[in-house]
């Protein structure tokens, strides 16, 4: 049933294609009502955590799943993004949807050369459920435990652009 409602999220990113990506503009939409995010649990080394765990000042959540297109095409300059942010301020959290936990998420890692991200899962669909995700990929900007900014849909993460963008949550 799970599987069922995420594709039904993603058919608008299916029919439109191309003229859906976000990297054009780089449109972060910032919440009028953040959502908070701080109990919500997911899993990292097999390990259940919550995001209030995760002890930086901007965390990036990238939704994203191993079936998902656009997804895999993101997820290198993801990588790439991931060098360039600096760490003390920054914490990129790519937030798989798979069910077939870390073994699947790790094979489509070596599979992409992702050598900079660790492994999250939602596999509970805590995280989607509680931000109301639309599509995938999406990403969401969390401060203080709160999402105070989305977007949606594929993204060239290695520009300029999206650095400065996300500089000024900081």
């Known amino acids: 049933m799970k599987k069922l409602l995420l594709l039904l999220l993603l058919i608008p990113n299916l029919v439109m294609g191309e003229a859906y990506l976000a990297e ?22 097999n390990i259940k955590i919550k995001i209030k765990d995760v002890q930086k000042k901007i965390i990036i959540v990238n939704v994203w ?15 790439e993004l991931s060098e360039k942010l600096d760490e003390k301020n920054f914490f990129i959290m790519p937030l798989s949807q798979d069910d077939g936990g870390i ?19 939602d596999s509970d669909h805590e995280f989607s459920n509680t931000v109301f995700l639309r599509g995938l990929p999406s990403t969401f900007i969390i401060k203080k435990g709160k999402v105070v900014a989305k977007l949606e849909g594929e993204i ?15």
Do not use: G
């Open 24 to 45: 054009s503009n780089y449109v972060f939409t910032r919440l009028a009502e953040p959502i908070d995010v701080s109990e919500v649990n997911f899993y990292h080394n």
């Open 65 to 79: 799943a191993t079936w998902c297109v656009p997804c895999l095409r993101e997820m290198p300059s993801l990588d």
């Open 103 to 121: 073994t699947i998420v790790r094979k489509y890692y070596k599979k992409l050369n992702i050598k900079n991200l660790d492994i999250f899962i």
């Open 156 to 170: 060239n993460w290695d520009n300029e652009k999206i650095i400065n963008k996300l500089e000024q949550f900081y």
